[in-house]
Nanobody, 114 residues
Framework: QVQLVESGGGLVQPGGSLRLSCAAS????????MGWYRQAPGKQRELVAR???????IYADSVAGRFTISRDIAKNTVYLQMNSLKPEDTAVYYC????????WGQGTQVTVSS
């Protein structure tokens, strides 16, 4: 069982920045794909960014160039740096660890509003 704990969400004005963190309960980055997903009210959960075991990353088209996923293996922590935030980025953001099974964090709210 893998436990994931997100933090770093909040209220930010359009154009602002936030950094989300996801702390894992074990050293899993060498074998798990780590990802950030988000779910806005009335919409399906969607992939935001993903980082695989060798460090390669992919991004949703809607966030490419604005968001950066990274990891600190020593701290068992994955980050999502979000810049140039837009109102449409408002959602609950979830951390995910995927291999044969999927593990999810509890989510953290990000609200972009003036």
């Amino acid at each position: 069982q893998v436990q994931l704990v997100e933090s770093g969400g909040g209220l930010v004005q359009p154009g602002g920045s936030l950094r989300l963190s996801c702390a894992a309960s074990a050293s899993i980055f060498s074998i798990y794909t780590m990802g950030w997903y988000r779910q806005a009210p009335g919409k399906q959960r969607e992939l935001v960014a993903r980082i695989v075991s060798d460090g390669g990353a992919i991004y949703a088209d809607s966030v490419a160039g604005r968001f950066t996923i990274s990891r600190d293996i020593a701290k068992n922590t994955v980050y999502l740096q979000m810049n140039s935030l837009k109102p449409e980025d408002t959602a609950v953001y979830y951390c995910n660890a995927a291999r044969a099974l999927n593990f999810w964090g509890q989510g953290t709210q990000v609200t972009v509003s003036s």
